[in-house]
């Protein structure tokens, strides 16, 4: 018993956040991924000391507003989501305009990978807003930041604005970082309806 417990309190303290040295080195040796990276030696390079910050994609999707009732009984549809939504094209159209305390969903620009193959260490992660940004008022995720370990595609984005201005979004603004964690040992494989996804919507 106190061997078991020494164990799993050994494979606790391995359960760690990633440095920016890190997360690089874990990219080269393919057990994360994140495409297209921003590189290190542009004006602006995405790593803070302990996460990656990742840009807006150039597809929103904006809830219609109108007599329509979510139920939570209900499993999560992505296609009544898409049907009820508008495009808005941030390279076509031109930049949005979100004004306050209304809701839209985007995406990370980056698609990121943690795979479950190989040996690892395996890795999670979730996304949180940048500070600069939050001191407007601008929220990137309500409840659910987990990007779990088996993940691939873009991150949605459930972006509000809580401010009192109204906020611009460009396509590729630095909008969210991602913070990669370190996972106790291997996990089994669990359905995610959202692996894979392409859309703001799923």
Do not use: W
């Amino acid at each position: 018993m106190g061997a078991n417990t020494n164990a799993r309190r050994g494979r606790v303290r391995r359960c760690m956040i990633l440095s920016n040295v890190d997360i690089l080195s874990e990219i080269d040796a393919g057990r994360i991924n994140i495409e297209p990276l921003a590189g290190r030696d542009v004006s602006r390079p995405p790593f803070n000391t302990s996460s990656v910050d990742l840009r807006l994609a150039r597809t929103l999707s904006i809830p219609q507003t109108g007599p329509i009732n979510i139920r939570l009984d209900m499993p999560y549809d992505r296609e009544f989501a898409a049907r009820n939504s508008s495009r808005h094209d941030l390279l076509d159209n031109g930049p949005f305009e979100l004004t306050p305390r209304h809701m839209i969903l985007g995406q990370t620009l980056e698609r990121v990978k943690f795979p479950m193959e190989g040996e690892g260490p395996f890795y999670a992660a979730r996304i949180e807003g940048r500070s600069s940004l939050a001191r407007y008022g601008l929220l990137v995720h309500f409840t659910a930041p987990t990007i779990h370990t088996g993940f691939s595609g873009p991150i949605t984005l459930e972006i509000i604005n809580l401010g009192c201005n109204t906020i611009t979004l460009h396509a590729e603004d630095y909008i969210c970082q991602l913070i990669i964690e370190a996972i106790s040992g291997r996990p089994d494989n669990a359905p995610n309806q959202f692996r894979g996804q392409t859309t703001p919507t799923g």
